[in-house]
């Protein structure tokens, strides 16, 4: 007799969504509320500002004047009034006008990018006006001096402020949204699908585990209250054998009967030697991403300011190398030790289990972070740099490997994605927070808000991510032998060198190289070069979703990652079609939405694949991404400088394309293949 | 009924992060009117000075040394006078020493080296509770000659921060005080079924009671626990059974 | 361990002596042509706001040519730090031409800074400003030309200009060529008239005239070279301006100060000897070589206007020059 399927799993699909809702929904009502508030509070107290700065610049202003006036000048001959106000109204790019009136108010000489507006209309919208009376020194007033300060640089403060709102609730929404979903996955979650698996187990006449309690919820109860019955059943059965040895006292043949009884009994409902034993801990896939996010968020957290700080750094030591190319010296230490220790951190995942892995990496980059905050010069801070290289590399690939083994069955690639996700919020959310610690507390303070998060991510893991989940069968065999074997797979090295290799040449050399040159050719301001390279993001993230859901549920994985390839090359090819400042983010949109729809289906591949434990594959498949994140701007700057921008585009879009092309043949020789063997 | 439910631990949850997130964004907001309201400020003294800068500048221009430009000190006390934040102006030779000083004691003093200027560039910095600007007074062949000194307060513009914070704490605190009630009944409300698919659970474990509502799987599991004690029942009467038979005779 | 403690001694007994070798006053020999005036001024008050210990020994040669043969055997004699010279005449007297100095009668071998000098290049004082050929540099206290034109046309621009000049003097004819010429690049145009010679003398009685003449043909701006015979009459000179209506522009502020000239670009004298000053401090304290000094001008010059001209003329300063200007 077995449960239904839906039950409990609608019941928990439906609160995990509707807790979410009401999450989000509180987070963005209160902040909105607030921001909005403080924001008229601001447009309150700025327009006296506004007005003391009038006055000011008037007084200053006026003083040519009136030192005319008291030398004699009679105020109706003054000579060259408007040639003045020009040469003023250059000078202060906050004054929108200034005008020269005599007592009844007629103009004499006006000037100013709105003087125009205020000949016409005397009044203009967005300007805060002072009027100062022009008078020799000691004198009567001859006119006024009206001058009028343009509320365009406070405009532009709020303008900047509505954009970091958006951040700010970006960021809020995506670390609420990681937080709830640890907290449900532990309090909700994690519960009820231990209830529903004892469930299951009773009713299939299972009576050899035991619940865990955990927590003095309505869950727990319900655990204690099975338990209680098991333990009830379990002293039932233990009678009945006291019973079968008052039987056996009659006879053999007696006896044979009861001791069979009891073994039928013992039979069904699987009665265990010494009791029921507490249920082993069941790998959760959600355990490893709390702490990946985190892990994430604090090493981007320096993200901003690396290169500033390592360019101070080279400035106070030897000038053996220009600073700006010595600050290059951590960024390069730290993506070496990255590259290098992935494979390393995949063999020491595969032998102690993630749990020992997160704790190791975690244990390497928190000193990395206190280095960085204590380094004194350049070559302190890059060696800091490659303990967090190394510590990133191992942690990293732990979290993953853990989300692939312990996904459940049929949501591989959902789980992956969620992998690639986290990631990518976790660099979002820590770039952003970082940059505002680094502002306001330095850059030593921000390295220490590091080491804090690397803590918290430890005491994490010790928590939720179970033990174990070792993979011997790779432990033995060290990162050569699992290069060999890694490399030696004919499918793998496809999905490597046709399609994840090219996706990261795009992403490092489009995205991060070119992308931005071509926008800065486009005439966007800076601001506006960085919105619309985070379209790339943004787009990335909910086809992530799209595409593990695609590839668990349709099992379209394959056909994804050849379709996505093509679409990304496609979209790159088809810049020229449009005006630059309307296709270059149509073409970063399509790039994110083309890489997250391929990433999950990628990593799956890898993950399921035979040939290696998965995480020396999957360290393999990072190792690899990033050798094309280096390969991407080089490659990029070589057609740059043979060519102009629009045909690099071209060039990497094209190919791009053809090695999807060549993927999606290559996969179909296998099949083909496969079929006839 | 032992510990609070898993409902309280998600709504303390989702408090705890909206406090945070409203907590953030004032203290943001804050920081950010703040720098716009100094910048703001120390731009209208950046003027003032540049004025008074410009006027030595050019008595010095009629062939004066710095410390015998007519009317300095008068200029000085008349500048101070029009601007309530300033609270001293002090005019510096390139020595160091202090010629004019809206505080007479000073004159002949040593300036204080961190506030004057770095050669040709103004400098700004903060001391003894006010906030400076260092700008220098160049001669004739483009050398510095002197430095002006401007020393002003924040007062003007605390006033504005203060109503500024206020002004943002209140419509917080409200948010807050209508928000956080709110979630807590969402919460509440829809953690409702799973609480009582929880309570059936526990009932239905406990005592065998059968669930009041159509759920088959609470069902089932009860079919199934009868099953078993149904299953246990026939065993022990069989064994009873064969207990209660008569001892064999050994063969 | 016992031979230490002499040689400590020894350390510590010089290092006094070279602290005092560092700050022992720098000997100057000034030789002055008219006697001390603000200039002199100037370049003596620099040293004292900076605190630069200087000793100044002063020789006038009271505008008498032939006592710096006498002076300069003094200076050979003394050999001091540096020699300051005031004016034209006295240091073309005292150097000789740089490509043509005689050792018997010219100052050699020590550093020289010049004063209050007109045209030292053309006047053969240096090879050029950047190259003087000699250890010698120097001030120089007249804007160049195009810097007065362009004071002339801020004050109001023009397209003709006129100015009377005496033949003899050759400083007032190069500048004028040399406006002339910039002139003509920007399609203005400029009318010299010379003062008429009588017996190689120029004659003072003309200059109403010639004044007369420049309105007729046109002129907007009557320029005033810096001429030691116009300085002598220039209260004729600028009266006759005033009479005619046209404004006059003077690079020397005596024409403006001292008479009716409009407006003026000079140099205050006190700042020219406080530059020179500048120029001596890098040679004495810096270490510099002279020949690495280049002759300069001031950066920033006073521009002069006489209100009281103008408003006679009814021709007014514009306001944006108000704010840099003095009105005498």
């Not at chain 3, 031409?97 to 053969?124: E, Q, S, Y």
């Not at chain 3, 070279?225 to 404004?247: I, K, M, S, V, Y």
């Not at chain 3, 409009?262 to 000897?273: D, I, N, Q």
């Not at chain 3, 810096?286 to 003329?313: C, H, K, N, Q, W």
Request: with cysteine; net charge neutral; hydrophobic share 50%.
């Amino acid at each position: 007799m077995s449960l239904p399927e839906d039950g409990t799993a609608r019941i928990l699909a439906r609160l995990v969504r509707n807790l979410s809702l009401i999450a989000i929904a509180v987070l963005l009502g209160t902040v909105v509320a607030v921001s909005f508030a403080a924001l008229g509070a601001f447009e309150r107290e700025v327009r006296p500002a506004l007005e003391r700065e009038a006055t000011v610049i008037g007084t200053v202003v006026a003083n040519p004047f009136e030192r005319a006036l008291g030398l004699g000048i009679p105020f109706d001959a003054l000579v060259g009034a408007e040639e003045y106000l020009d040469g003023v109204a250059t000078s202060q790019p906050a004054v929108a006008y200034l005008v020269l009136t005599d007592l009844d108010g007629r103009i004499l000489a006006a000037s100013g990018p709105a003087a125009a507006t205020f000949r016409t209309q005397r009044e203009v919208s967005g300007v805060t006006e002072a009027t100062l009376p022009v008078a020799a020194p000691g004198g009567r007033p001859q006119g006024w001096l009206l001058v009028g300060v343009s509320r365009a640089a406070v405009d532009g403060i709020v303008e900047d402020t509505r954009w970091d709102l958006l951040i700010v609730l970006l960021v809020g929404v995506m670390v609420a949204m990681e937080l709830l979903r640890y907290a449900l996955d532990r309090s909700v979650i994690g519960p009820l699908s231990m209830i529903d698996r004892m469930a299951r187990r009773l009713a299939a006449g299972d009576c050899s585990v035991l619940a865990d309690p955990g927590a003095a919820d309505e869950a727990g109860r319900v655990a204690l209250a099975l338990n209680a019955l098991l333990r009830r059943l379990a002293d039932r059965c233990a009678q009945l054998e006291w019973l079968a040895t008052e039987a056996a006292a009659v006879g053999a043949r007696a006896a044979r009967e009861a001791a069979a009884l009891i073994a039928g009994l013992r039979e069904r409902l699987r009665l265990r030697e010494g009791g029921a034993v507490a249920e082993p801990a069941q790998p959760s896939a959600s355990a490893a991403r709390l702490p990946l996010f985190l892990f994430v968020v604090a090493e981007q957290l320096s993200t901003s300011f690396i290169p500033l700080f390592g360019r101070d750094l080279a400035r106070h030591g030897p000038a053996f190398a220009s600073p700006d190319l010595l600050a290059a010296l951590p960024i390069a230490t730290f993506v070496a030790a990255v590259a290098l220790a992935t494979p390393w951190g995949g063999t020491v995942t595969a032998r102690r289990g993630p749990r020992a892995a997160v704790l190791i990496g975690g244990a390497v980059a928190g000193l990395g972070y206190l280095g960085a905050a204590l380094a004194q010069d350049l070559p302190q801070f890059a060696l800091a740099r490659v303990f967090c290289g190394i510590g990133y590399a191992v942690l990293t690939i732990a979290c993953q490997t853990q989300m692939a083994v312990a996904a459940q069955q049929g949501r591989l690639a959902r789980t992956l994605g969620g992998f690639t996700g986290a990631v990518m919020t976790g660099a979002v959310c820590g770039t952003a927070i970082g940059a505002v610690i680094a502002d306001r507390l330095g850059y030593a303070a921000t390295f220490l808000a590091s080491v804090a998060l690397v803590v918290v991510v430890m005491g994490l893991a010790l928590r939720a991510i179970p033990r174990g989940m070792t993979d011997p069968k790779a432990a033995g065999q060290g990162v050569v032998a699992g290069a060999r074997a890694a490399f030696g797979n004919a499918r793998f090295t496809a999905l490597l060198l046709l399609a994840a290799i090219p996706a990261k040449v795009v992403l490092a050399g489009f995205i991060f190289y070119l992308a931005p040159i071509a926008l800065r050719d486009a005439g966007l301001s800076q601001a506006a070069v960085g919105r619309n390279v985070m379209l790339y993001g943004l787009c990335m993230l909910p086809a992530i979703a799209l595409g593990g859901w695609l590839t668990d549920r349709a099992r379209i994985g394959g056909g994804l990652i050849w379709g996505a390839a093509v679409l990304n090359g496609a979209a790159m090819l088809a810049i020229p079609l449009l005006p630059e400042d309307v296709s270059l983010p149509i073409a970063i949109a399509l790039t994110g939405v083309a890489q997250g729809l391929a990433s999950a289906p990628m990593l799956a591949e890898v993950a399921a694949g035979a040939g290696g434990s998965t995480a020396l594959l999957l360290s393999f498949l990072r190792l690899g991404e990033r050798v094309g994140s280096v390969v991407g701007p080089f490659a990029a700057a070589w057609l740059l400088a043979r060519s102009d921008v629009g045909s690099a585009v071209a060039v990497l879009g094209a190919a791009t394309a053809l090695a999807g092309l060549g993927y999606a043949l290559a996969a179909r020789g296998r099949r083909r293949q496969e079929a006839a063997a | 009924m032992t510990g609070p439910s898993f409902a309280t631990r998600i709504a303390l949850l989702v408090s705890a992060l909206t406090v945070l997130a409203c907590l953030l964004v004032t203290a943001l907001n804050y920081l950010k009117f703040e720098r716009l309201l100094l910048t703001q400020h120390q731009r209208i003294f950046a003027t003032i000075g540049a004025d008074l800068v410009d006027t030595f500048e050019r008595s010095m221009g009629i062939g004066v040394r710095l410390a015998e430009v007519p009317g300095g000190q008068a200029l000085l006390d008349r500048a101070f006078g029009r601007e309530p934040d300033l609270r001293r102006i002090a005019v510096a030779d390139a020595g160091g020493r202090i010629l004019f000083d809206t505080e007479r004691v000073r004159i002949g003093d040593a300036a204080d080296p961190a506030l004057l200027p770095d050669g040709l560039n103004r400098r700004a910095a903060r001391a003894g509770g006010m906030d400076w600007i260092g700008l220098p007074v160049v001669n004739g062949f483009g050398q510095p000659e002197g430095s002006l000194l401007l020393g002003y307060g924040r007062a003007g513009i605390a006033d504005r921060l203060i109503a500024i914070a206020l002004d943002m704490a209140m419509p917080g605190l409200a948010a807050l005080v209508i928000g956080l009630p709110l979630a807590w009944v969402a919460v509440f409300l829809a953690a409702r079924p799973t609480r009582r698919l929880f309570a059936q659970l526990a009932a239905l474990l406990a005592d065998g009671a059968l669930p009041a509502q159509d759920d088959p799987m609470l069902h089932a599991l009860h079919g199934a626990i009868h099953g078993h004690g149904a299953m246990l029942d026939e065993a022990g009467a069989r064994l009873e059974a064969i207990a209660s038979r008569a001892p064999e005779r050994p063969a | 361990m016992m031979h230490r403690r002499p040689l400590l001694a020894a350390v510590a007994l010089a290092a006094p002596g070279v602290a005092r070798a560092q700050n022992r006053p720098r000997r100057i020999l000034m030789l002055l042509f008219r006697g001390w005036e603000e200039a002199c001024d100037g370049f003596r008050d620099y040293f004292a706001v900076r605190h630069r210990p200087v000793d100044l020994i002063v020789r006038n040669a009271q505008e008498d040519l032939t006592r710096v043969p006498d002076m300069v055997r003094e200076a050979q004699a003394m050999q001091p730090d540096l020699v300051y010279l005031w004016g034209t005449t006295l240091a073309m007297a005292a150097l000789g031409p740089w490509d043509a100095h005689d050792p018997a009668r010219h100052l050699t071998g020590m550093p020289v800074v010049f004063n209050i000098v007109t045209d030292p290049v053309r006047n053969r004082v240096v090879r050029t400003r950047t190259e003087p050929g000699r250890p010698v540099t120097g001030t120089e206290y007249i804007a160049p030309v195009a810097v007065q034109l362009g004071a002339m046309a801020s004050y109001r621009p023009f397209r003709r200009a006129a100015a009377l000049y005496n033949p003899r003097e050759g400083n007032s004819v190069v500048t004028l060529e040399e406006m002339h010429e910039l002139l003509a690049t920007r399609g203005a145009m400029l009318d010299r008239l010379p003062v008429p010679l009588v017996e190689g003398r120029p004659q003072a009685e003309a200059i109403p005239g010639l004044v007369a003449r420049a309105r007729e043909g046109g002129a907007e701006w009557l320029y005033i070279p810096p001429d030691t015979f116009l300085n002598e009459h220039r209260a004729a000179l600028t009266a006759a301006a005033l009479r005619e209506g046209l404004p006059s522009f003077s690079a020397s502020e005596r024409f403006v100060a001292f008479a009716d000239a409009l407006a003026g670009l000079v140099s205050r004298y006190y700042s020219v000897g406080a530059f020179t000053a500048f120029k001596a401090e890098q040679i004495l304290f810096g270490g510099v070589a002279p020949g690495a000094i280049p002759v300069e001008t001031l950066s920033r010059f006073s521009y002069l206007v006489r209100m009281d001209t103008a408003r006679r003329l009814h021709a007014y300063p514009p306001v944006s020059l108000l704010r840099i200007a003095e009105a005498v």
